[in-house]
């Protein structure tokens, strides 16, 4: 069965400095993969989405995300953090088994420092 | 805006009440879903609806109850609920029938649940 850790719970960074949130997933298949942001008491909203196209994906508001096979992660990635960065964020992952299911990590919240 | 709207926005009920709460999406698309989002736990899934059809029903207690009147409106009626269901409840669709490996969600911002 699929599968998404998120290895941080929180991760804490200084406004202008690099994020990293780190995703590793287990499949079967090859994957579709998703990273989705929710903002406090907001829905869920897209940032960017791998389908087996190219393997460094560019999203929503800077970030972007590297498909790495050999070590099934799928780390999501800024160069400079902005304070309106602070969220959670959840890595997704999505079988080529025909599913309908959305596997959703349990989420790492980002703080931003002033 | 995802263009997925949910309401009400907040909704505090007692567990003798019948509530319910209503998703609408004017996207296009057929497939349509509720999350139950807790505390310090991962989404859930708890229903699937794929052109009207409930495809999935995730070991979901009978106390809610799905209801898909057509492609554009799902709704999931309340009663008799617990303290432990106070969640946020998020409805999504999906493009196309739902299936597509490369098909992502797309979010409401949810109904704070909150039984006393």
């Known amino acids: 069965a699929q599968s998404v850790t998120q290895l941080d719970s929180h991760v804490s960074v200084s406004e202008g400095t690099p994020v990293l949130l780190r995703c590793n997933y287990s499949?079967?298949?090859?994957?579709?993969l998703f990273w989705y942001v929710q903002h406090p008491n907001k829905g869920l909203q897209l940032l960017l989405k791998?389908?087996?196209?190219?393997?460094l994906v560019k999203g929503i508001n800077g970030f972007e995300a590297e498909f790495k096979k050999s070590e099934t992660s799928f780390h999501l990635t800024k160069p400079s953090a902005h304070m309106s960065d602070a969220a959670e964020y959840f890595c997704?992952?999505?079988?080529?088994?025909?599913?309908?299911?959305?596997?959703f990590g349990s989420g790492t919240r980002l703080l931003v420092r002033p | 805006e995802t263009g997925v709207t949910q309401t009400p926005r907040h909704l505090v009920m007692g567990m003798t009440n019948k509530k319910s709460l209503k998703c609408e999406q004017h996207?296009?698309?057929?497939?349509m879903y509720w999350y139950k989002q807790s505390a310090k736990k991962p989404l859930e899934l708890m229903f699937v609806y794929s052109l009207e059809e409930r495809v999935e029903n995730n070991s979901v207690p009978s106390r809610f109850s799905p209801e898909c009147p057509n492609s554009s409106h799902l709704f999931l009626h309340l009663h008799t609920l617990q303290p432990e269901d106070s969640a946020l409840y998020l409805c999504?669709?999906?493009?196309?029938?739902?299936?597509?490996?490369?098909?992502?969600?797309?979010f409401g911002q949810g109904t704070r649940l909150t039984v006393v």
């Open positions: 997704v992952v999505r079988e080529m088994d025909s599913s309908y299911k959305l596997i």
């Open positions: 791998y389908t087996s196209a190219a393997t």
């Open positions: 999504a669709s999906s493009p196309g029938d739902g299936f597509a490996i490369e098909t992502e969600a797309f």
């Open positions: 996207l296009g698309h057929n497939a």
């Open positions: 499949s079967s298949y090859s994957p579709s």
